[in-house]
């Protein structure tokens, strides 16, 4: 039962992360850093708080009374990571729901799994796994084979990509993905899943958070909530940097006042993208609780992500007009990355 539980809660967290850029979707008259923001305040400092609050009364005392070095690298994590979540957007907005998501979501597969795996070769902590562990167990080179799986399917991908810029006219690639450009694209899914890997140190570095909310009788289910409100702030700092150096850039601060613009829509869609992207980690911390076996969450997590993101890459036809062979090609790609996905299940559980 206890398994079954932690399958639904990683469903429905999966689900939320491949949904949340839909409410964007329906932003009319604003840049993609006015709206970006604006749900960015309430998927790192609104609802954060409001969980823990709901969760763990009386998290501020926990992160008040915390080791102060101990917030300072749980925020660094935080920042770094920023970066990831920025770029994660980035790639959907240059490669659509579809593209974007398979490819993005396949780095931060692979690089989430060799990154820490290469950090604590050099850096050894007792019960992590170092990339020396990795090649010296059978259940470690199974491992490295579902990334390098992770990566073809990746390659398969970009391909069809740029089948598909090949293919279209420049209006039929505008109405499937408004700013279409795989070159922009692939350089941000890179970087997105290199940087994403932070999440789990920043979860690593405030463990102390968790364990005295344990401690003071919480429930463990919850446990994770206090770490995220110190992490996302971190999250929220690099953010919302970039997102002012845009609107000062592209003169787009009127946004958010702009008459012509539906003000009151753009801020509901906007909130709603905001609170949905939290929820993946809302859920994905229960999920975890209840299989008690992190590699494994963060594999069932990604696929059902993936799945998510191309039902509604599907759903926005984003790949309506290629050729039969283009389309081919990104189901290969898509269907290649959750073999990977299956393949580091198998590897972690050996």
């Known amino acids: 039962m206890e398994s079954i539980l932690g399958v639904v809660f990683h469903s429905i967290g999966g689900f939320a992360s491949g949904s949340f850029y839909m409410p964007y979707k329906k932003v009319k008259g604003w840049s993609w850093e006015s709206y970006w923001i604006v749900g960015g305040l309430f998927s790192w400092l609104i609802v954060p708080p409001l969980a823990a609050w709901l969760t763990i009364p009386g998290f501020e005392e926990i992160i008040k009374t915390t080791s102060p070095d101990v917030i300072k690298l749980t925020i660094f994590f935080g920042l770094l990571w920023g970066v990831g979540g920025l770029t ?59 990334i390098a799986v992770c990566l073809l399917g990746i390659y398969i991908c970009g391909r069809a990509g740029m089948m598909k810029e090949r293919e279209l006219s420049t209006e039929e690639k505008q109405k499937s993905v408004a700013e279409f450009n795989v070159g922009k ?58 997102c002012m150096i845009l609107n000062s850039r592209n003169k787009s601060f009127g946004d958010y006042t702009n008459p012509k613009s539906p003000l009151t829509k753009n801020y509901i869609f906007s909130a709603l993208a905001g609170t949905t992207w939290f929820l993946q980690f809302f859920f994905y911390g229960m999920g975890e609780s209840k299989l008690g076996n992190g590699a494994s969450s963060w594999i069932l997590h990604m696929a059902t992500i993936i799945l998510t993101a191309n039902f509604w890459g599907l759903y926005f036809k984003e790949w309506k007009s290629v050729s039969p062979q283009t389309f081919r090609t990104i189901v290969l790609g898509i269907a290649t990355i959750l073999l990977s996905v299956v393949i580091v299940g198998i590897g972690n559980s050996l």
């Open 88 to 146: 994660y957007g980035l790639g959907v907005r240059y490669l659509g729901m579809s593209l974007g998501n398979s490819v993005t979501l396949g780095f931060c597969s692979a690089f989430g799994a060799l990154v820490p795996a290469i950090y604590y070769a050099f850096n050894p902590a007792k019960g992590k796994t170092s990339i020396v562990d990795m090649a010296n167990s059978y259940g470690g080179r199974i491992v490295l084979l579902g």
């Open 185 to 242: 694209g692939l350089f941000v899914a890179i970087v997105s899943g290199i940087l994403s890997a932070c999440f789990n140190f920043g979860i690593e570095a405030g463990k102390p958070m968790a364990e005295a909310a344990v401690q003071t009788g919480m429930n463990p289910l919850y446990q994770n909530n206090v770490i995220y409100v110190v992490l996302l702030w971190g999250g929220l700092t690099t953010n919302f940097i970039w």
